[in-house]
């Protein structure tokens, strides 16, 4: 079975082709960090408009790099939500359009499954059931996965996104979009022991998270204090630390929890080097065992919409013509 996957949720055009023989034969991005990065963040219609301008381009291209026909194809697999309802509806009015010209069915992807399901695109992939902290630009969830297509959200953010509070705090750090990888950069050149940030919620039970007031102590100490590079330095090394503690922390509760011992990580905030070693710590003292996507497939990407579509139409969830985009879509109402 060979499918064509297309994301276009948000400021990534990503186009792939999964072969379940011979795996990912075929993955191209487009970023538009270029496009948006004046702006400070994504601009939802500048970004709809570059989908349009190189979905189709893109989709060529790996059919030209593969020598792909479109007889060989079984499906094609979109996302489908959550995300930017007009980048959405690039993708999936091309998408739905390709599968029926072609004559094959149209597989709707759920973004935040796919980035679920990134790690089994690897040699090393955990079994199921397995614990799934996903942490991206828009989401931040822990998940128990009994196994594929069964989803127990176990908890989720009740503001802001992990990636979120990165991009927000790097903005006001004065650093560029997308703030995620730069202020962990940054970070890396901090003193730890300056300031302390809060862990948010881990002083009471329960697996749901809370990111919104790290930006506000972020804010409050760059005010307090002297504009000099290391103060930036540190002040983004202890929000790095502190997010990366609070995730860190939530883990070990649901790995007692639930005793599932197999916890993947992914979505962008998953390419975190910070992020990846404590998790990796952890899992050593608990004696489990972490799983993470190689960091291209951490971010956006279409190999990773590819794959779920394979595994979607192999369990025979194919869908009528009519489409639907869905800006927000929890995970709970995943069929
Ligand atoms: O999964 P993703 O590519 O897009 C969404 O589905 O949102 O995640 C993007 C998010 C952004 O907030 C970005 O700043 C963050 O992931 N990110 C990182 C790193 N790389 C990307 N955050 C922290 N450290 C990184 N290395
Ligand atoms: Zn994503």
């Known amino acids: 079975m060979r499918i064509l996957g297309i994301e276009t949720s948000c ?3 990503g186009i792939a082709i999964y072969d379940e023989d011979q795996g990912i034969i075929a993955n191209v991005l487009h970023s538009q960090i270029a496009t948006h990065e004046q702006y400070g963040g994504v601009v939802p219609e500048l970004a709809s408009r570059d989908h349009i301008r190189m979905t189709l381009p893109l989709i060529r ?5 593969t020598g792909a026909t479109a007889s060989q194809l079984d499906g094609v697999a979109y996302t489908a939500g959550p995300g930017l309802i007009g980048a959405l509806l690039v993708g999936a009015a091309i998408g739905r359009s390709l599968a029926f010209a072609w004559d094959v069915p149209a597989i709707s992807i759920h973004h935040m499954e796919a980035h679920l399901l990134a790690p089994m ?3 090393d ?5 397995f614990l799934a902290l996903l942490v991206s630009g828009g989401h931040t969830l822990l998940v128990e996965v009994s196994e594929y297509g069964s989803y127990t959200v176990l908890g989720e953010s009740l503001d802001d996104a992990a990636g979120e509070a ?4 790097a903005k006001l750090l004065g650093l560029p979009y997308p703030g995620g990888p730069v202020i962990s950069a940054l970070a890396e050149k ?4 300056r300031f302390h940030f809060p862990r948010p919620m881990t002083d009471r039970p329960g697996l749901d998270f809370s990111f919104s007031g790290l930006k506000t102590f972020a804010l409050n100490t760059i005010h307090a204090e002297d504009d000099s590079d290391q103060t930036r330095a540190d002040i983004a090394r202890a929000f790095v630390d502190a997010v990366v503690d609070t995730l860190t922390i939530k883990c070990k509760r649901a790995i007692e929890q639930t005793s599932i011992q197999h916890l993947v990580v992914a979505g962008g905030v998953s390419a975190n080097r910070q992020l990846r070693s404590s998790l990796h710590r952890l899992t050593v003292q608990t004696g489990s065992m972490v799983y993470f996507p190689r960091p291209e497939f951490c971010t956006d ?3 990773m919409i590819a794959y779920a579509g394979c595994l979607k139409l192999k369990a025979g969830k194919t869908e009528v013509l009519m489409f639907e985009a869905k800006p927000r879509w929890p995970m709970s109402e995943v069929v």
């Open 125 to 129: 992939k955990p079994d199921y059931p």
């Open 166 to 169: 990165f991009d927000k705090t």
């Open 190 to 193: 901090g003193n730890s022991e």
């Open 301 to 303: 990407n279409g190999a």
């Open 121 to 123: 695109l690897e040699e």
């Open 11 to 13: 400021d990534e055009t």
């Open 61 to 65: 291209r790996v059919m030209d790099e």
